[in-house]
């Protein structure tokens, strides 16, 4: 595809193909203890409401029971209203990611592998070999 640098007006274009991890929100995940919940930086549940507030790069944003939060390319979070999850994503294909002994999540193929006898992400690594904090 060329450059669009040099169109004016609308033009017609495609989304690239990446693959993303998204969760799907249910009742489930409010009656869990706080440390079996997937991690999401800066997440506020209210178990009374079933909502989870999100910190997202376009500011805080809410999720209601059945709807997806999703891991973007950026690792940054977001909620993604169900009808527009089924419309724009599909499951991805073989391959195409792998999943985290350690914390049962989806990462796409390129995200490093690391443990001798189990696949684990980076931070699962670090976790089970006992050190905190980033690289």
């Known amino acids: 595809m060329g450059s669009l640098s040099g169109e004016s ?8 193909p990446v693959v993303v991890t998204a969760m799907l929100l249910t009742d489930d995940y409010f009656n869990r203890p ?6 999401i930086p800066g997440l ?3 178990p ?10 376009e500011g805080d944003m809410t999720a209601h029971i059945g709807d997806w939060i ?3 390319v950026q690792g940054e979070f977001y909620p993604c209203d169900p009808d ?24 796409p193929a390129e995200t490093e592998r690391v443990g001798h006898e189990c696949d684990l992400c980076p931070e699962c690594a670090r976790r089970e070999a006992g050190v905190e904090g980033g690289e």
């Open 9 to 16: 007006g609308w033009v017609s274009v495609r989304k690239k």
């Open 34 to 39: 706080p440390d079996a919940v997937q991690h």
């Open 44 to 46: 506020r549940c209210n």
């Open 48 to 57: 009374e409401t079933h909502e989870a507030v999100i910190p997202t790069l």
């Open 70 to 72: 999703i891991c973007g």
């Open 84 to 107: 527009i999850f089924a419309a724009t994503y599909e499951p991805a294909r073989e391959g195409d990611c792998w999943l985290c002994d350690g914390c049962n999540r989806w990462f």
